[in-house]
């Protein structure tokens, strides 16, 4: 158990298979107050997917028509070979690499609900579980969300890229608590922040929009936890202990680095069109290379920056592996800037308008009760 790195009591483990721990009495009456705030603001943000109070899945978007993100924010349209095809495969295919998109996004929320799930069973903290538990419960409202939105536009999702589910796969099973918080928690709620406030930004579809805002409101306290826990372990650890969680973060990074761009894991889109993705990868090397496509992800809405930023401010980022993610982020401009994470204002508006929403609610049921 010595790999689990405990520092704070709120963050103690047992071993998943010994229940009976569970039951210890004295537990019941120590338990950390660290996430309450978290928890408590769960009914602030509430929203269901399924009613259409919230968001409407049933407002259609023409898919032969209109792209729903525009063309020139996707990689594949560097490519003569994409440039080539009629007006109408052009469409479909934007439409293709986002249904791509958004499957790997519904195969990520169902990552976050089971490793939550399973952090229940892990942490021996009640409120550390209720935070856990509370996490589970908003995850699965966004895998009922996203599966909605792709079956209302596509019908059915792509199968999950090897690199994504290989990652996901490993945080689930690993019974190590600072794997999955900096894995999940602080990277990847970090990425989806980023790539959340990025669709936010220059979607086409408002149900889309409205979705992902929704999402962030969740998001937000989820990557919260994340720096609860660096906190109150970083400054705690041995130089060597440090390094093993650097060094984790930067594999993850990578990981999550080479789903996002890499053309092979999103093979099954393009074959549809009749282009091969060896072919199509090459075509764009040719005309935009990496330091391109770097120099487009650093401006704008930056969808590493909430996660990088994180890790620096949690000292999980040292000049031991500070150029890897100098390679995809202002390195400099970040270090400057204040507390203000990408997307905190948009998942703030998106609060104010459930606040709306959830007083009705109030209303509605204060009068069936009368
Ligand atoms: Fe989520
Ligand atoms: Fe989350």
């Not at 090459?282 to 290379?289: A, C, K, N, Q």
């Amino acid at each position: 158990m010595s790999e689990q790195l405990t520092y704070d009591p709120a963050y103690d483990v047992v071993d998943p298979k010994d229940f009976r721990r569970m039951f210890e009495v004295e537990r019941y009456n120590r338990r950390s107050d660290a996430f309450d705030t978290i928890i408590s603001a769960t009914h602030e943000h509430f929203w269901d997917p399924t009613d259409r109070r919230y968001l409407d899945f049933s407002e259609p978007f023409d898919l032969t028509r209109d792209s729903i993100m525009p063309m020139q924010r996707l990689a594949e349209f560097r490519s003569p070979l994409v440039q080539a095809l009629s007006k109408e495969d052009q469409t479909r295919l934007a439409n293709e690499v986002m249904r791509w998109q958004l499957s790997s996004i519904l195969h990520g929320e169902q990552g976050a609900l089971s490793l939550s799930a399973g952090l229940c069973s892990l942490l021996h903290d009640v409120g550390a579980q209720e935070y856990a538990a509370n996490q589970a419960r908003e995850e699965a409202r966004h895998v009922t969300g996203f599966a909605m939105y792709v079956e209302s536009r596509w019908g059915t999702a792509f199968p999950i890229g090897e690199t994504l589910g290989d990652l996901l796969e490993e945080l689930v099973h690993t019974d190590v608590v600072w794997k999955k918080v900096v894995g999940m928690q602080m990277l990847l709620e970090g990425l989806a922040m980023g790539t959340f406030a990025n669709i936010h930004a220059h979607t086409n579809d408002p149900v889309l929009k409205r979705l992902v805002q929704l999402v962030m409101t969740d998001e937000a306290f989820h990557h919260r936890f994340g720096k609860i826990w660096a906190d109150r372990t970083m400054p705690a650890l041995s130089q060597a202990e440090r390094h093993s969680i650097e060094d984790w973060a930067a594999e993850c990074f990578e990981s999550l680095l080479f789903n996002l761009v890499n053309i092979r894991q999103k093979r099954a889109v393009y074959g549809q069109f009749g282009i091969d993705w060896k072919e199509l990868r090459d075509s764009i090397r040719e005309v935009y290379d990496e330091s391109d496509r770097r120099g487009e992800l650093k401006e704008g809405t930056n969808i590493f920056r909430v996660l990088v930023r994180t890790l620096v401010k949690a000292g999980i980022v040292t000049k031991r592996t500070r150029g890897l993610y100098a390679n995809w982020v202002d390195m400099a401009e970040l270090e400057a800037e204040g507390d203000e994470m990408v997307g905190d204002a948009i998942a703030r508006d998106g609060i104010d308008y459930l606040l709306a929403i959830n007083s009705g609610r109030r209303d509605i049921a204060a009068k069936t009760a009368a």
